[in-house]
C-alpha cells in the first residue's frame, strides 16, 4: 500500500512540473523582408544571420548556402514559456538560449547541439521572390 502511495505522489509531482504553456505557442507568420534595404546587409554572406520582430520571440533569419535561407523562432525549445527563454545570440551559424546552456545549429534545421533543450528550434516556412523579397510565413 505505501508503495502504490510513493508511486502516485511521484506520478503526481511530475504531471504538474509542466504546465499547458510550456510548448512553443503557435501565431500567425507573414513578412515579407526586402534583402535589399540596408537593415538586411547581413545577410548577403552565406553564413551570417539577424534578428527580427515577428514569430513568438522573434525571429532568426539565417543565410544558408547559395539562395538557401532558415527561418526559425528565437523561443528556445526548453521550457518556453520561460520570459527568459529567448535565442540572444548567433555565433558562427549556432545560436545560443539566454536563459539555459541550450545551444542550436542553425544550417541543420536548428538541431540542438547543447541540452538541456531536446526539441530542435521552431522553423518558419519561406520563398524567395525576384531574389530579394524573402517571405516569411506559417
Known sequence: ????FYILSILFIFSTCNTKDDYIQEVYVDIIVDLNLPEYSDLQ???NSIFIEGGVEGIIIYHGVGSDYKVYDRNCSY????????????????AYC???PSAFL????????????L???KAYNWSLENNNLLRIFN
Open 1 to 4: 500500500m505505501k508503495l502504490a
Open 45 to 47: 554572406a552565406s553564413g
Open 79 to 94: 521550457e518556453p514559456s520561460l520570459s527568459c527563454s529567448q535565442i540572444d545570440s548567433v555565433d558562427a551559424g549556432i
Open 98 to 100: 539566454g536563459c539555459c
Open 106 to 117: 542553425l544550417s541543420n534545421n536548428a538541431n540542438v547541439l547543447n541540452s538541456p533543450a
Open 119 to 121: 526539441l530542435p528550434l
